[in-house]
């Protein structure tokens, strides 16, 4: 399975861990990443606020040219698959299309609309297949307790995405089973994690983050999992300021979607980045057990 890779802005730099797994998890369930260097941001929603015809022309860019080279597109953040699906479906409005039709004309592009856009959750579970994962478990993660949270753009808005229920969805705790852990269905798995206004609002954004951490905890859940590195960035890289909103620590181990994974599959936390974590994992990976804990 060859794919566009499209890593967004987030693994390349503060997330490079998110990279680091999907790489690892690539190689070792047969899906090539043909890499594009020059792949532009996605907009990552706050484009698309200002100026809505631009988002779609920016990303029209980035499906034209995985579109040139005869490739679907690969995505690991819910917002880049949210924005590149988004701007799909509204290339099919006249209005729209002709104005970033005339917008790529001036740099010498052109996009037929044919680009299909997928997330690596989707391709685990839907090309893939979650018993096809299951099969190449050599670390079941027994006796991991998972809260999935599944970001905005994943699931939203679900008439124009076509995908699973934005309410309902089960994928990713299908994924989850398959790997030997256990899901934990709670209500904040597909609620927003605050990021959209973190920049503006911050104690707000870390008191909607605290809310859906302190949820899954309450349900049970050992750790969380994202398939969006913004999501990650709220629930993980601010926990501290979330607990400070809370009044209480929370103490939740939060993965990548990949780095979970991985280590089901058999790699090792430093071939996945997890000591680059903030909130330490060591307390999940000890539950698995043999994963050898970062010193």
Known sequence: ?????????VAQESGKELDLATRWVAKKVG????????????GSGFIDEANPTLNVALNARNLAIAEKAGLDVLTVCSTCQGMLALANSRYTEPKIRE?????????GMTYSGRTHVTHLLQVLTDEIGAEAI???VVRPLTGLKVGAFYGCHLLRPADRLRSESAEEPHSFEDLISALGA?????????????????FVKEPTANRIAARQIEDAKSHGADAMATPCPLC??????????????????????????PQLVGLALG??????????HLVSTDSALRKIGGVAVPA
């Open 134 to 136: 299951r099969r190449q």
């Open 232 to 257: 990650h960035i709220s629930l993980d890289a601010y926990q501290n300021k979330a607990e400070h909103e809370l009044g209480h620590a929370l103490d939740m181990p939060v993965f990548h979607l």
């Open 267 to 276: 790699a090792t936390a430093e071939e996945l980045g997890l000591p680059r």
């Open 99 to 107: 104005r970033v039709e005339g917008a790529l004309a001036q740099i």
């Open 31 to 42: 899906i090539e990443l043909v890499e594009f260097p020059n792949f532009s941001c996605c």
């Open 182 to 198: 256990t899901p934990v269905f709670y209500r904040g798995r597909v609620m927003c994690c605050g990021f959209p206004i973190l």
């Open 1 to 9: 399975m060859r794919l566009a890779y499209y890593p967004g802005c």
